[in-house]
């Protein structure tokens, strides 16, 4: 792609192609959308003359592109300020003409091959799977034997109507795989309702659930619909079950023999018809054991399970992971930033992530927006090496480990298929089931 102001553009696009290059000639005034539209890897962007308000043109351009480009200028552009910073921040490289324009074809060489490398990241496997690409499943991104169980799982229980407890530790994900359930449901066209019960004050909770009539109690001034009311036809999820009050885990159990409310300060039993979700980071076996929530509810709740694993159990997904974020949250990076260097990402997946996947939203987010290199830094995610495990093992344990990882991953990118996942890393499919075998992987992954 050339994208420059006549007459040198003419000029431009006969010396490369006089060199061996297709030139796709962008002529002014040339919009975002022409430039997307172009199917190159690299871009040549002739700066002289340009006015001030073209050349923020040509950055919103350079931006939108998404390709590395190189820029022509003259000698007296590198006096520019504004000139300067747009290709120290946006170009791959630049050659000052005249007396530099042999050095555009080594560039733009160079360029074009890092556009394509780039674009193959983007389209390949590093791009992750997000629940088959469907919309239902929203964030939950990953590629990993250990996600593709998950989304498995969620297809099944969706496809029937019975009550669901999804377990996982804080930050998981647990109400992502609550909606993927609801919009893979039967019911995905009427309502989802979320309420935290750890959330709400004891008092609040009864009139959230069940609502109220006017002049239930002090401060009722008017009759109040429910959540469980509210969400007649489609799905309830209680996030936190396990937060929720012995004496109003009576009142959740008998709506879920009869499937009637009554509103606090009501007389009238209302029937309704709604699926329960429940979720809870808390261990709900051992708390009806210590008789702090109620068995026969924890059996009504538990008919079908869904646990999501923790970030530390599918590390093979964290960098997937931080580029589908960093992909998301772009309009908030600075123009400069490009993504993580080797060495954020490998101390993200050293890192144990306690907070899980809502700690590395938040830690991503942050460091795009602080960072003032062209990478992201350790220390922009704000990851101290020292408090990392250190960890000693011989040559053929970190040879056995990354043999494991590279498996893992190419298992998950090909849907744990054998035949196509031998065929990616150019093995028989005997190797991949010795392989499968010497790391303890099971040959069917459900």
């Known amino acids: 792609m050339v994208a420059q102001r ?42 002289p003359d340009l006015s001030r308000q073209g050349l923020r043109h040509v950055e919103s351009l350079i931006i939108s592109s ?39 074809d080594c560039l733009l060489r160079h360029a074009a091959r890092l556009g394509k490398l780039q674009k193959e990241v983007a389209d390949g496997p590093c791009n992750g799977e997000v629940g088959e690409t469907s919309p239902g499943e ?144 808390v261990d709900l076996e051992r708390a009806v054991a210590e008789q702090r929530f109620r068995e026969d509810l924890f059996h009504r709740l538990n008919v079908l399970q869904v646990k999501v694993p923790p970030l530390r159990e599918h590390p093979e997904d964290i960098e997937i992971l931080a580029r589908y974020f960093f992909e998301r949250f772009s309009h908030e990076k600075p123009s400069q930033l490009k993504g993580f260097s080797s060495e954020a990402l490998l101390v993200m997946r050293q890192y144990r992530w306690p907070g899980n996947v809502r700690e590395l939203i938040n830690r991503v987010r942050r460091a795009m927006v602080m960072c003032d290199n062209r990478l992201i830094q350790p220390d922009d995610l704000g990851i101290e090496r020292r408090s990392l495990p250190r960890c000693t093992m011989t040559l053929d344990q970190a040879r056995d480990a990354a043999e494991r990882d590279i498996l893992l991953a190419a298992l998950g990118r090909n849907h744990n298929q054998v035949q196509p996942t031998s065929k990616e890393l150019g093995v028989s499919r005997v190797t991949i089931y010795r392989l499968m075998e010497k790391h303890g992987i099971a040959r069917k992954l459900a």
């Open 6 to 47: 006549a007459p040198v553009q003419k000029r431009m696009e006969q010396e490369l192609g006089r060199l061996g290059w297709e030139v796709n000639g962008l002529a002014p005034p040339y919009s975002v959308e022409e430039v997307r539209q172009q199917a190159c890897h690299a871009g040549v962007v002739h700066f």
């Open 138 to 281: 929203y964030e939950m991104v990953g590629s990993t034997p250990a996600m593709w169980k998950l989304f498995k799982t969620i297809r099944k229980v969706a496809a029937v109507d019975a009550s669901v407890c999804i377990s996982g530790e804080s930050g998981t994900g647990k109400e992502l795989t609550a909606q993927a359930i609801h919009e893979r449901s039967q019911r995905a066209k009427q309502p989802f309702h979320a309420i935290n019960c750890g959330a709400l004050p004891d008092h609040l909770i009864q009139s959230e659930l069940f609502g109220h009539e006017k002049g239930a109690f002090t401060g009722a001034v008017q009759r109040k619909i429910g959540r469980i009311e509210a969400a007649d036809g489609g799905t309830l999820f209680l996030d936190e079950i396990g937060d929720l009050p012995l004496e109003l885990q009576v009142n959740l159990l008998r709506f879920l023999e009869t499937r009637r409310i009554q509103r606090v300060g009501g007389l009238e039993e209302i029937p309704v018809d709604v699926r329960i979700l429940a979720a809870t980071h």
């Open 66 to 104: 998404g390709i590395p480009c190189v820029g022509v200028i003259s000698p007296d552009c590198l006096d520019d300020d504004e000139v300067r910073n747009v290709i120290a921040n946006l170009c791959h490289g630049f050659v000052v003409e005249p007396h530099e324009l042999e050095n555009l």
